[in-house]
């Protein structure tokens, strides 16, 4: 079963607008971590946000902040005031806490987003 | 900073070659990764060492085999590369921050652009 699901393969938004990355997860783990990632077209990976299980506030990152719903287990990424640098791909991922998952983290197919000027 | 640090930036070889990707991290992080990249696929885990001296298989480690010569170093053999082999391979590291194992991003490598004819 697939653990973490991102439903929109492809995303467009108006420059200086917002826009909501949808990420949904499955686990049975109390512990867990979401991390966001963003990959530009020269293909490196970017560490974006991350949100633990038991944090009790919405994690945020300069233009960047997580809507996290932990009875409904989404963490979508929300990302203020587009720019035109933000058009890449962004991964939603996950960690659990359970002994012996060594920090392997569990990843989303991605959304792609164009920012339009 | 340095950060993780990948080699080759790209590669073409020929079915049944072999050759050896580096990859170094100076943060001092425990567990080192070897992720494969592949259109619509997403990253898929390849092997990944917790620590120095072990290593694990992951999602799909055969074809391949890895060394964790060190703290520093990982580095990823494809013993007679394959067609199938082609992808864009991603080294990460990680270490545990305070407060539990599962809350640390992983920090990545450029990443190896292989092509194989």
């Known amino acids: 079963a697939q653990k973490i699901t991102q439903t929109q393969p492809g995303m467009f938004v108006q420059e200086k607008e917002a826009v909501t990355l949808d990420c949904t997860y499955d686990t049975s783990d109390p512990s867990y971590g979401l991390f966001w990632y963003k990959q530009p077209s020269s293909g490196e990976m970017i560490f974006l946000i991350y949100q633990g299980s038991y944090d009790q506030q919405n994690a945020t990152e300069g233009r960047y902040s997580l809507n996290f719903q932990k009875a409904r287990k989404s963490a979508n990424l929300v990302i203020s005031a587009s720019q035109l640098g933000d058009s890449a791909m962004y991964f939603c991922?996950?960690?659990?806490?359970?002994?012996?998952?060594?920090?392997?983290?569990?990843w989303g197919l991605g959304t792609s987003l164009a920012v339009n000027p | 900073n340095a950060g993780v640090t990948q080699t080759p930036k790209f590669q073409v070889l020929k079915t049944g070659q072999s050759m050896t990707l580096q990859c170094a991290q100076d943060?001092?992080?425990?567990?080192m990764y070897w992720y494969r990249q592949d259109p619509g696929m997403g990253l898929r885990l390849i092997y990944y060492s917790a620590s120095e001296g072990t290593t694990d298989k992951g999602e799909v480690p055969n074809g391949y085999n890895v060394s964790r010569l060190n703290k520093r170093e990982f580095s990823l053999r494809l013993e007679s590369a394959a067609p199938s082999q082609t992808s864009v391979y991603f080294c990460?590291?990680?270490?545990?921050?305070?407060?539990?194992?599962?809350?640390?991003?992983?920090?990545f490598g450029n990443g190896t652009r292989l092509t194989v004819t």
């Open positions: 943060m001092n992080h425990n567990s």
């Open positions: 991922a996950m960690r659990e806490g359970r002994a012996g998952n060594n920090r392997k983290l569990i």
């Open positions: 990460a590291s990680t270490t545990p921050r305070g407060g539990g194992q599962y809350n640390s991003p992983l920090h």
